[in-house]
């Protein structure tokens, strides 16, 4: 399975670094994405990373901020959040895929999702 860490709460302009760890299934097999989700609003990506790690996205929205890694050997994905602001206050997820890329459908295996809260 997957499971977020990591999160809780950073005033704004700090950083925090979260984990996404598999067990169960060798993470150089998948693409890792990274989504975001705020109450009554959809799930959103907002970065991914293949396999190989020769392609990274990130929406405008973090770009530059934000960074993603992944350590196969420990079978575990990153996100280093930067300079964050209320706005990034959500629930956080990693999801594993095939095919990866920045929807959903590319993802076939979902943490449960750690919170994010941004505040002074």
């Known amino acids: 399975h997957l499971v977020e860490s990591g999160g809780g709460l950073v005033q704004p302009g700090g950083s925090l670094r979260l984990s996404c760890a598999a067990s169960?299934?060798?993470?150089?097999?998948?693409?890792i994405g990274w989504f975001r989700q705020v109450p009554g609003r959809e799930r959103q990506a907002f970065s991914c990373?293949?396999?190989?790690?020769?392609?990274?996205w990130y929406s405008e929205s973090v770009k530059g901020r934000f960074s993603v890694s992944r350590d196969d050997a420990k079978n575990t994905g990153y996100l280093k959040m930067n300079s964050v602001n209320p706005e990034n206050r959500a629930v956080y997820y990693c999801?594993?895929?095939?095919?990866?890329?920045?929807?959903?459908?590319?993802?076939?295996?979902w943490g449960r999702g750690t919170q994010v809260t941004v505040s002074s």
């Open positions: 999801a594993l895929g095939l095919t990866g890329g920045v929807g959903a459908t590319g993802y076939d295996y």
């Open positions: 169960g299934f060798p993470l150089d097999s998948y693409a």
């Open positions: 990373i293949s396999r190989s790690e020769d392609r990274v």
